[in-house]
C-alpha cells in the first residue's frame, strides 16, 4: 500500500498462514528471493512486497505449497 493507504499498481504482497505451513520449502527452493526458512522450516519474508520481476516466481512459489499456506494479494 502506499503512505495514503491505497493499492500501489501492479504490486502484489505476500499473506502468509504461519500456522498452516509445515516446512516444506517448495516455495523458497522455487523463489529464494522472496521465501525464506527459519530454523524451523517456517516460511517467512524480509519484505511483504514482492519485488518487480519476481511476481511470477512467487506466484509460482505461492501455488506450489502443499499446505496452501501462501497467497499474493494486490498490495
Known amino acids: 500500500m502506499s503512505e495514503q493507504g491505497k493499492p500501489v499498481q501492479g504490486k502484489l504482497k505476500v499473506v502468509i498462514n504461519k500456522p498452516a505451513c509445515c516446512g516444506y520449502g517448495v516455495c523458497a527452493e522455487i523463489c529464494p528471493e522472496v521465501y525464506k526458512l527459519d530454523g524451523n522450516g517456517i516460511v517467512y519474508v524480509d519484505d511483504e512486497l514482492v519485488p518487480e520481476g519476481l511476481e ?20
Open 56 to 75: 511470477d516466481l512467487a506466484r509460482e512459489g505461492a501455488d506450489a505449497c502443499p499446505q496452501a499456506a501462501l497467497k499474493l494479494v494486490p498490495a
